[in-house]
């Protein structure tokens, strides 16, 4: 579709030459002799012309009208009297550009349709946000279980808070989409969101990488360089694998949670920060606290607001949406032509044990939708891992005779709880669970937790 472009200028014959370049340009055009006559029309173009001497309300004030209005049309101001002081206070006033006359027709279509080409760019940039935003509303979350609606409950809670996160579950469970869920629940939801492995960055390089360096602060330094928190200023770095990083290191972000202030690596300057830390680890940092590998004043500033997230079989409820949102998903991008899957299918689904959590899940839907020949997924379409470390099975039955997997496990609960006096954090304890763990599995048994 052709641009719409709006001219405001009350000199006839000008407004009249440059609406004749501009259609000739191939853009439709409106023109307006004065700004009263131009915010009549101002909301449904893609583009304003104006010049600062109008009569009645002038340029400057035309320029804050459409700002209060929330005008979206990016504003080119031209104008005689060009100076220094004009353009500025014009370009506060919401202005995209600056023209000064007298000026040539091809210089104003290089500055039209550069201005067009950054709100293109600004327009598709809001629109993968507001798609990301959507991608990680809570809503859209897959969350039944009583455990994950616990989760997502308390997201609504702190997401809205700069209070620092600590995501605590196995690898595979959804710690990533959880941070990004916080992200794009808070006020910060508009700037950076940046995730930082910390398992993949070498030791030698976490400090310049998290903090910045400087030029000259080591051999190859050839150009001054920010670090991941300085790109984050004003959002939220995600630290996935905590527990990975170094001790000296530890002392660093420990600063920049109680002071929010930093420097760069070969630098005596001190920087001031603002950004929200959600935190990971699927690992007891505790035990690192014991065996001296991480710090516990940075510990407790890390778990201000600890969230479990339970593996995902411990959340069975959760398995038959997931299935069928990821057989949707893969569906349209490999572009086959499976659309359901099979009673029987579903429940060996259910049944495993997924010690990969929802990421071996996505994985298990995409690789049986790959090999389906039909247009359902049955039973022996599902591809399963089925490798298994034998060495620690033993021989023969594994189960005591007569017994299902749920009854054995149910007996399990039932005995570590005899011999903790009922104590269920002791009983947790023995069964190497967490108590929120061992909670749900009594709610799952109908025993009052």
Known sequence: MKARLLIVEDEDKLRRVVELQLRSAGYDVEQAPSAEAALAVAERVDLIITDLRLPGKDGLAFLKELRTRRVAAPVIVMTAYSSVETAVEAMKAGAQDFIPKPFSM???LTVVDKALEVRALRDENESLR???????DIVTIVGRSPGMQAVLTTVQR???????VLLVGESGVG???????????????QKAFIKINCTAIPETLMESELFGYEKGAFTGANTSKPGKFEQADGGTVFLDEVGDIPLGVQVKLLRILQEREFERLGSNKTRQIDVRVVAATNVDLRKALQNGTFREDLYYRLNVMPIEILPLRERREDIPALVERFLRKFSRELGSAVDSISDAAMQSLVNYHWPGNVRQLENVIERSILLCQGTRLDASDVRLDTVVDRKQMPEGHFLPEGMTLDEYEQAIVREALRRANGNKSQAARMLGLTRNALRYRLTQMGIEA
């Open 106 to 108: 091809d210089h104003l």
């Open 175 to 189: 710690k990533d989409l959880i941070a990004r869920a916080l992200h794009y629940h808070s006020p910060r939801r």
């Open 130 to 136: 507001e798609q990301l935003g959507a991608r990680y």
């Open 158 to 164: 702190v997401a809205a808070t700069r209070a620092t």
